[in-house]
């Protein structure tokens, strides 16, 4: 029984590789009979008469033209079509045995890899399918394919894939399938089976068709001493034109597409409508899977290869029908061959490992957190539980720009949708999140943000330091540095919670913004902080912006990637930046958020010190001053304030003469910006509150610039210790002591300077000097909060005595109040917009209806001076209970609070209540029945808050860092040699 | 035929095996072997760039110093609503107060007052509750609809029982949140009557505080007086002041504001010697002027009057510094023909009233100019005496009178008031004095008045009558009323300040 050998070689690309496989056909030591060309290349594209040429020069049996688009499998029918039948046989294997081999243009087999083959499947008559060993041209060590299979789901795996030859699989012989490059296929039985699905084009195609013809009660068998060369994988054969190779999103998407074809196929008739209908809610979990483990890229895919093979028409009947006409025995005659649980655990538990070895191998060493980190940590714990100790369980953290968070837990999330005020501020967002921390009592999470700001600054500070540097000590001093800056002592002392969460929020941010071309997660990560520091600190957003940018640019290869860091940002910043532009008040959106609270004033003085307000470290120094100083207190505190703050330039200066000059840069680079930035807003105030305009506060800035000199300096220390390191790697000699000590010394100096600066602010939050202070949640008197228990609506008129505005060229003395109406217990943190506080007074929102400015303006009015005008209507048609005359403002004169106090004492429709801890309080006589219904938002607000949501928590899930280390089963006891599986271009996570 | 498979060999396991590592690693091997010279060049390079940083941040440093940072700044809106006109209301005290016969004495009204009210559209009530019997206090007001602003009231008391008696008259007075009531005594014959108007419509809760010659007084009973709208509560300082020649009075009120004034009479012996209406001063101040401080037979007086040793016959100036620090004074009584008038220094102790008698003083119309260091408080009180000594039967005549004048808040330059003469019996002329300081053209319902720089003016002035006075500088006027043995005075207020424009600050 002599075999006809008929090899096919479809081609889709000329050149050497093309060439190749038509010499080594040529130089075969068992020749095929015949020869039958495929000429896919296009016509008219480029290139491809020279294929055309190439081909014809291989003197072909048979010349076949063939349209690109058409799959492997295709190409075969086509060629077979061209072919006469085969012979008609009395032997049921025919007479002349007729085989064909399957080749592409970029298969070059081994010169003796028919005759191999050829032996393998004459000394068995009952294979159909032989197989080479498939190995990786580039690298002819490696196998890049030996036999396919089937996991007991279905999906396919490969039973070897990139691992160097070292005759480890040489054993194997029945596989369940062989890969398509070189297979040698029975002529009848691919007939009998009617070939290759064409519904699977670019993968599974072989191993469709391999389990097709085990089905119908045949063997395939590789044959590992037949040996091909193979330069592109199947998925990338069959792409048309070049055949750049495909992305890992584009081969995700292929085999599942092809997975779930196989699956609708394969499955029992009475499965296929529940396979049917799971295909859209697989889709959606697995891809929140993808997210979890960092390939947000192939989410698109899992949806497309769903809808793909849901609406692919008659492709899955037809495929049925073909399985169904050649099948003769049942799916248990394959089960043996499919790959055990056990193994497919331990081949996915290896490629973590080596995942994860790869992210190890490509990080700079980090100093341990153990036990030095954990040590500063728990210092910065105690210093920080010893200096709030009195705020600590407070229900409510009053003073400065301090308020109750939310009334209860329902308002955290009704706060953030589209009011009749307006879009909610991205700061909203983050209070949410933290007050659902303690969602029982909401404002309790301040007192917690503010017991814990120190330890949580010290942590933040050691990750980004550690980030940077080899050693553990010079990250400890950046994390002290850290804690104890200025900026964060001065947030926390004049009671300012946006401050403080962009003080936590930037080492984050900075690092995870450093890795974030890297990773996925890193991207997220810096995507959430980023979205938390222009939430809190809005005044950085322009440096940011322009970091971003430069980040790109210098990153063009993932700016994909890049661009998604401001996906959390837009997603919160969106609706407000909207209705900004919208009202033509861009700079609007600069305004600090919360309550809007005036901060201290900033002097360019305070500014190049690192403290935004100069007074809490001035005031105490020139105490202690000696009264024979020979300068003033002020200037000599300033000069002993540089004098604390200098050393830690200078080291981070240093650091650029050093070797680490090139870390160095970058935060240097951002303590300049934050610099820069202190002094660009420290002009600007866009928001108006208590008849004043409140300017912005450079905290955050001078915090950015704190990080970076906080940095430089923590890698200027390491620094002054990597040469000697260096000098012991080359030397193998002990380390030379003297770099040490002096970087031990000149870090302990640093601590030292800082902690001495911090001193006195820390001191006066515990004997009780700072703005900040426990207290109920409420801002107004107890009697409104206790009204307001039993109906949350009622108003509380809030007069304020204020000096008059300079804008206003009214005679000096006049008279002037600030008002506005509180509902239930005050104001809260999440309540605010800043889109009310930066309105023009002309602004739509509030012209017009009861809550309009100039309607509270008379109201007002009336009621602070002697007047003849009934206020008894105009309070109880809004519903305003109360009337509350607060401290007045500074200079404002006493006479004139006199006279508003009488004018109110005498006013019939008021009864005075008396001194509160807020202001004088009277109650409004006239009894109402006005029930104030909450105010209809704007209906697509739900819709809006479900999409900023869901984007945080998509965000999220990317976030969460899920590279830990693996389980790693027992070591497989059959011998069998190493894997070397490594990715081409690999992320972190 | 060649094999294509290359031998395995290291330079493939090499580059099967590289991990990528960072480019700074990459370089570490490399700089190792660097030679000697290159490392100090690369030393020096970054020395350089470490100096060029510090340029760079020596540079930002200066700028941020020198350069100002870019001001933007939101216009603060603001809404100036000028406040709806309140009703205008003038509070008159009412009746002379005395007490019943009897074994159970109360306080009863012995002598109706006269009562005059000028202004457009005015409209009288009555508040007719009192701790009084028949008291009532006649609230006079200029509703908001009404025409004009000016509006003025004064009443005079002639009581003439055995206890009460003398002419007093007083203006009426706006209500107010505090009131200064310097006047009176209760020492033995001497009666002192707070009398506390309510004319708003909430209640006003009061506390008085009191000075002494002694200092500040604490009694029980001072505080918490609630006085109901509408009611008048008349309160004995004998009752908070036990014995006190030299009481000051401070009335604060909350809630609604109360009309405060004090009423006075001496009996000297068995003899009813004098009765005045004491109107308040609103605050402390480091000036007062006194228009009108006439000075009518002062040796009969101090004759008539050495029956219980006259210590309170002689004109004097009563001054309390209230604060804290002690207060130079220096009183000058000017003379109604200028001039240098009698200037005397004294200090005031803080918390102490200070009577100042003048003993040696010739006849004649003063005007007494205080000028003090610290805000102080300052009334003068004169006496008159019958000529017709012991006898006082004559009709309209009575054996002697006292009476305390107020300091008069200045009628602004340009501006115009209205002045009210109360009605006065028969015997009784009314005067109007006139001092301005710097001197001022007055007309007076019409007639040119000029007023030379530190004089007195007196013009005679037709009793129960409103006059229109204009000023062209600042002008301090009071009006006097005497008759035999009979000397009362009452002062000008200046009109109300008109209710200006508020200015709201909406949030």
Known sequence: MQPRVIAIVAARRGGPVLQQTLDALAQQSRRPDLLVVVDAAGGAAAGADAVTAQLAAANPT????????????????????????????????????????????????????????LAAVEIAPSVAVAGPKQLEAEHPTVIAGYGETLTRLGASIAIAERELDQ????????????????????????????????????????????VRIRLAGHRVVGVPQARVFVHESSAQAARAGAGRTPSDRVLARLRRTAQLHRRLVYAPPLAVPLHWLSLLPLAVGRAL????????????????????????????????????????????????????????????????????????????????????????????????????????????????????????????????????????????????????????????????LWVAALPLAALGGWWAAAALVRHPGPAAVAALLWAFSPTLLSALANGRPAAVIAHLALPLLVIAAARAPRSWSATAVAGLTAAVVVASAPALLPALVIAWVVWMLAHPRRIGRLLTLIVPTAALLGPLAWQQLQ??????????????????????????????????????????????APLAPAPLAVLVLAALALPAVLVALLALALPTARTAVLPLVLAATGIATAWAVAGIAVAVADGAAVPLDVGPALSLAALGIALAAAVGLDGIRTPAAQRRVASYGPEPRGPRRLATALGLVLVVLALTAAAPVLAATLTGSSAVRAGEPRTLPAIVAAEAQSDPTIGTLVLRPVVAPPSATESAGTPA???????????????QRTLVTTGAFTETVRSEGPYAAAEIATLAANLVAPSGADSADGLVSRHVRFVLLEQSGPGVDPAIVSDMVAALDGNPALAPVGDTDTGRLWRVVADDEVH?????????????????????????????????????????????????????????? | MTDPTPELGATTETELFHTPTSAEEGLEPARLRRSSGARVGAALGRAGLALGAAAAAAALAAGVLLIPSPSITAAVPAVPVTPDRADQSLVCAGGALGLTRGADPQLTVVADPRRVATGAGLVESTAAASDAIDGAATVVTLPREAPGDLLAAAESLRPRTPDVSGLAAAECIAPARTAWLVGGATTVGRTTWVVLTNADAVDAVVDLALWGENGPIEALGTTGIIVAPGEQRIVPLAGLAVDEPSPVVRVTSSGGSVAATLQT??????????????????????????????????????????????????????????????????????????GLGLSTQATLDPGVVLDLPFTELADGEYAVVVEASQPIVVAGRTSVASAAAGTGAADGAAPADVEWFSPAAALAAGSEAVVAVAPVPGGV????????????????????????????????????????????????????YRGDGLLAGSRAAPPPAASGAVLVLPN
């Open chain 2, 265 to 338: 009479s001496i009996v000297r012996g068995l003899d009813p010697d004098g009765v005045s209406v004491i109107t308040p001063i609103a605050a402390p101040a480091t000036s007062h002027v006194i228009p009108a401080l006439p000075v009518i037979g002062l040796e009969t007086a101090l004759e008539r009057f050495s029956v219980d040793g006259g210590a309170d016959a002689l004109t004097a100036v009563r001054m309390l510094a209230p604060g804290d620090t002690p207060a130079e004074v220096t009183v000058t009584l000017v003379p109604q023909q200028g």
């Open chain 1, 583 to 628: 009202r033509g008040t861009p700079l609007g959106l600069l305004a600090d958020p919360g309550l809007p609270v005036a901060p201290p004033a900033a002097s360019p003085t305070g500014i190049l010190l690192g403290w935004p307000d100069l007074s809490l470290a001035l005031g105490p120094l020139a105490a202690l001053a000696p009264d024979a």
């Open chain 1, 167 to 210: 005759a480890q699989h040489d054993r194997t012989s029945d596989v369940l399938a062989v890969g398509e490059a070189a297979m040698l296929v029975r002529r009848t039985v691919f007939a009998a089976v009617d070939g290759f699905d064409p519904a699977l084009p670019s993968v599974d195609a072989a191993l469709d068709l391999c």
């Open chain 1, 817 to 831: 109040v600030s008002a506005r109406i509180d509902r239930g217990a005050g104001r809260t943190l999440i309540a």
């Open chain 2, 429 to 480: 002329t009314a005067a109007v004095h006139l001092f301005a300081p710097a001197g001022a053209e007055v007309e007076l319902d019409g007639v040119a008045v000029s007023v030379p720089p530190g004089a007195v003016v007196v013009v005679p002035a037709a009793s129960d009558a409103g006059l229109r006075i204009r000023t062209t500088g600042a002008l301090h006027v009071s009006v006097t």
């Open chain 1, 289 to 448: 899977g993808q997210l979890l483990r960092k390939q947000p890229g192939r989410v698109g895919g899992e949806f497309a290869a769903a809808l793909a093979v849901a609406f692919s028409g008659g492709a899955v009947p037809s495929a049925r029908r073909r399985l169904a006409r050649s099948r003769t025995m049942g799916w248990a005659a394959i089960a043996p061959l499919r790959m055990p649980p056990d193994e497919v655990r331990r081949r996915r538990a290896v490629a973590r490992d080596a995942t994860l070895a790869a992210g190890e191998d490509d990080r700079p060493p980090r100093p341990a957190f153990l036990p030095g980190g954990a040590w500063l940590v728990a210092f910065a714990a105690v210093v920080g539980a010893v200096a709030f100790a009195p705020l600590l369980g407070a229900p409510a953290l009053l003073g400065g720009a301090l308020a109750p968070l939310a009334p209860d837990a329902a308002a955290l999330l009704e706060q953030l949708r589209w009011s009749p005020e307006g879009a909610a501020d991205p700061f909203a967002f983050v209070l949410a999140g933290l007050g659902a921390l303690t969602a029982w009592q909401p404002s309790l999470a301040l007192g917690v």
């Open chain 1, 62 to 117: 048979q010349f076949i033209t063939a349209g690109s688009g058409l799959g492997f499998g295709e190409l075969v029918h086509r060629a077979l079509g061209a072919l006469p039948a085969a012979e008609p046989t009395s032997s049921p294997y025919g007479g002349v045995d007729e085989w064909l081999w399957l080749l592409r243009h970029d298969t070059v087999p081994d010169p003796r890899a028919l005759e191999r083959l």
């Open chain 1, 932 to 989: 104030l219904l909450a105010a209809d938002p704007w209906p697509g607000s739900g819709v809006v808050l479900g999409v900023q949501l869901s984007i945080l928590a998509l965000t999220l899930l990317l976030a969460v860092p899920t590279s830990f280390r693996p389980r790693r089963p027992a070591e497989p006891t059959e011998a069998e040699g190493p894997t070397a599986t490594f990715e081409a271009e690999g992320d972190d996570d």
